[in-house]
């Protein structure tokens, strides 16, 4: 028998099977319901007080002690209580600027500047004794208001006429308002019995009364400001305007929405609420001007605004809550010498927290299959 030869083709290689393997895509969200944004930003805030947390245990406070210091003595305490409360009005009218300027997509870090200017023009209206003693206080509050508007003025009509980052020339105003606080107090405002860097104290009828025993009526004055900035925003044709701007302005203007104007008012009430912070600050705490009565507070609107995702109720809250955080900071200096930059520590790893939490809001992960050679 011959053996039968089988001829073997070598002139194409031999076709493989493709292996089909799981991929992950990133792209946009389109949409995503608002408990899941709920959720992923509690989850990013509960990191971020973890890791806080493991700071302090590692700066020397005792881990047991943190709910103690935190909660317990700080908001079922009636006296710390009232500290909160006593402190969050200013922070409340801050945060809330900062929700409006943010809202019109307009990034307001010269709060501070706003802040000084509106305590300058409260102060002025005391020391020139500008009307009778029963309306010193509603003029007090009402200067405030315009001169922190008007020093908002400057860098939106640079944004709005010359393109001029807003970042830039707010940062920048906020040193010339800072330095010529100074010069009035080193100057002609500063308090002539004692030549300290402060102006003369107000009198009874220029301090923000008690609403209550120990609560300032800068408490109330700030949740009428809150349910006015929700009933704008919500509910005013204003409103509808800047939810078309804070959308997209370049839409918004082509289908006819007042885009200058939206953006020039929104930013201006944003300066008179810094301005009214101010005014509260040194009217309803301090009793007069001071040179450092503004510090922290700017960055900690801008925290407010960004952790409240710019909704004015939940700026209320979350000014309570920082508030809070400030209490019972100034608690751990006394009694475990934890310097108070521990505290502005904390707030900055808050906002790499909640910034970091946008992030999985606006993308995911989609899983594709694709083939292999």
Request: charged share 10%.
């Amino acid at each position: 028998m011959s053996e039968q030869v089988v001829p073997i083709d070598v002139s194409q290689p031999k076709q493989r099977q493709p292996l089909l393997r799981r991929r992950y895509a990133l792209e946009v969200r389109q949409q995503m319901a608002w408990y899941w944004q709920a959720l992923i930003l509690a989850a990013a805030l509960a990191v971020g007080l973890a890791i806080s947390a493991l700071i302090l245990i590692a700066a020397g406070v005792p881990g047991g002690e943190l709910l103690n210091e935190f909660v317990i003595m700080t908001v079922f305490d009636a006296q710390s209580l009232q500290a909160v409360l006593f402190q969050a009005s200013p922070m409340i009218l801050v945060g809330l600027a900062g929700c409006m300027a943010f809202r019109a997509r307009f990034w307001n870090l010269g709060l501070d500047g706003q802040m000084i200017w509106g305590a300058i023009g409260a102060t002025a209206i005391v020391l020139f004794e500008v009307g009778p003693p029963a309306l010193r206080l509603p003029l007090m509050l009402l200067t405030a208001a315009v001169c922190g508007a008007l020093w908002a003025l400057t860098p939106i009509v640079l944004k709005l006429r010359l393109q001029v980052s807003e970042i830039i020339s707010t940062l920048m105003l906020n040193y010339l308002a800072s330095y010529f606080l100074l010069h009035l107090l080193y100057g002609s405002w500063k308090d002539p019995r004692d030549s300290f860097p402060y102006s003369p104290p107000f009198q009874s009828f220029e301090r923000l009364p008690e609403f209550f025993h120990g609560y300032s009526a800068g408490i109330p004055l700030a949740v009428v400001i809150a349910v006015f900035a929700l009933w704008l925003i919500g509910f005013s044709r204003a409103g509808l305007y800047l939810r078309f701007v804070d959308a997209n302005p370049k839409v918004a203007d082509a289908v006819g929405v007042p885009l200058r104007k939206t953006i020039l008012a929104t930013v201006l009430l944003s300066g008179a609420m810094a301005g009214i912070a101010g005014f509260v600050i040194t009217s309803g705490q301090e009793g007069r001007l001071t040179q450092s009565f503004y510090q922290g507070y700017g960055f900690s609107g801008i925290l407010i605004a960004f952790l409240a995702r710019n909704n004015p109720i939940a700026a209320l809250v979350v000014a309570l809550l920082i508030a809070t955080l400030f209490v019972a900071g100034r608690s751990l200096q006394v009694f475990y010498q934890i310097p108070f930059s521990m505290v502005q520590l904390i707030q900055a790893i808050l906002v790499i927290c909640v910034a970091s939490s946008d992030f999985f809001i606006r993308h995911r992960l989609r899983r594709v299959q694709g083939g292999e050679s």
